[in-house]
């Protein structure tokens, strides 16, 4: 199978460390990919939102299967455009991605799929949850416990330009479940805990995610995706858009059971780091199928080791993502130990250099969580680059 990967990140590099392994790859390519994926496979010049230059690529290279990783080339239609042209496509189309581009449609569904979320308020009152409508990388969301919080929201809100929705406060934690989907059926693949604030303690901004750990004490995988994913994708069927991809469940797990936070219609950033490392069984063949319409004969299992991924950043990440040109040290001497998954590196004269926000994924496996946080750790005090930053405590409260 000739496999185009789209996207550049450290998700797209754990995907591509996953497919590479898998016995039907003939050809592995990327788009753009980055230094990392490029050890794996062939990367293109072609942006992941370009959707025309990644049909010509498609169809110059005879490509099988396309598996778009980031959400706005799938908001934007990309993957009905490889679809319409005869590719076989991991990735929603445009109708179904809006799950995750309108958190008003994904009320809607998840309202007559009779799943319970965060109920909608109709007046901003604290305590209570302020979203600005659409993609907004993270930072639409403002959680207010005080009256003067919530006038910042409104005032931070408007700025998006977008219609507002505003939540009740949900207390407990929270946890992202991952199902790959066929727009029929969904197989279950791992939960993930993720780490959205820049600073240790879960203080300062809010960043696409520092760090992550797989599995989550107590979560019912299975279960969840039978309760949750499952009559979603059945509603989404039903409207006449089925799901194919990876549909991600942002659940705050209350004492009243879990509710939705929100959905994403892809893998998780930095949660596929943890969550793909720990599949035992053929990823790419699962892709494929849920493609293809049918994962019926897939079956793949969470192995039982655990897994922590700390994410290394440029020094003004999350206000700036575009740290540029810093070389990196010690990448073969961590790699040891952990996986180094690239999310933001370029090549320059032959050396690896920094080109990004969140520069690195460092992941490690072991037998419980604390330890693949020890292992994580150890290899992430062998990589260095001028200004690199990365929290301390991930996974720190996990225990095991
Ligand atoms: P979202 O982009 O909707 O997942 O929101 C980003 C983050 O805001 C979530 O990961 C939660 O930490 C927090 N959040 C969102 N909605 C709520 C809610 N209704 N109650 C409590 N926290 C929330
Ligand atoms: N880590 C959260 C996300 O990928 O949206």
Not at 67 to 75: D, F, K, R, S, T
Not at 88 to 101: D, I, S
Not at 126 to 149: N, S
Not at 318 to 324: F, N
Request: aromatic share 4%; proline share 5%.
């Amino acid at each position: 199978m000739k496999v185009l990967l789209v996207g550049s990140g450290a998700r797209e590099h754990a995907l591509a460390w996953a497919i590479a392994r898998s016995p039907s790859l003939t050809e592995l390519h990327a788009a753009p990919g980055n230094p990392g994926i490029a050890a794996l496979g062939h990367c293109h010049p072609v942006r992941a939102d370009d959707g025309d230059g990644l049909l010509d690529l498609a169809r110059t290279l005879g490509i099988d299967l396309a598996v778009i990783g980031p959400e706005a080339p799938l908001v934007a239609g990309v993957g009905d455009e490889l679809r319409h042209a005869g590719i076989a496509v991991f990735g929603p189309g445009a109708e179904a991605a809006r799950v995750e581009g309108s958190k008003s449609f994904a009320k809607e569904v998840l309202a007559a799929a009779g799943v319970a979320a965060a109920a909608t308020l109709s007046v901003a009152r604290a305590p209570c949850v302020i979203k600005a409508d659409g993609l907004a990388a993270g930072k639409g969301v403002f959680v207010c416990r005080t009256a003067a919080e919530v006038d910042e929201a409104l005032r931070g809100a408007a700025a998006f330009g977008t219609s507002l929705v505003i939540e009740e406060l949900l207390e407990g934690y929270e946890v992202s479940v991952f199902a790959l989907c066929d727009g029929n059926r969904a197989v279950p693949i791992g939960a993930a805990q993720d780490f959205k604030r820049a600073g240790d303690g879960d203080t300062g901004p809010n960043t696409g995610g520092m760090g992550a750990y797989s599995p989550v004490a107590g979560t019912d995988v299975a279960a969840l995706v039978e309760q949750i994913h499952q009559p979603v994708l059945d509603e989404l069927a039903r409207r006449g858009t089925p799901f194919v991809g990876c549909l991600f469940a942002g659940l705050m797990v209350t004492t009243d059971g879990p509710r939705v936070l929100e959905f994403n219609a892809r893998f998780g950033d930095p949660e596929t780091q943890v969550v793909v490392p720990r599949l035992e069984g053929d990823l790419l063949h699962a892709l494929a199928a849920a493609a293809n319409r049918d994962l019926s004969g897939v079956s793949l299992h969470e192995s039982a080791e655990a897994a922590v991924t700390v994410v290394l950043t440029g020094p003004e990440y999350p206000a700036r993502s575009d740290y540029a040109g810093a070389p990196i040290e010690g990448l073969e001497a961590a790699a040891d130990d952990a996986f180094v998954f690239h999310g933001g590196t370029a090549v320059r004269d032959g050396r690896v250099v920094t080109n990004g926000g969140r520069i690195l994924s460092v992941t490690a496996l072991a037998a419980t969580v604390g330890e693949a946080r020890a292992r994580a750790y150890g290899a992430v005090d062998k990589v260095s680059f001028q200004g690199m930053r990365y929290r301390r405590d991930i996974a720190a409260a996990a225990g095991g």
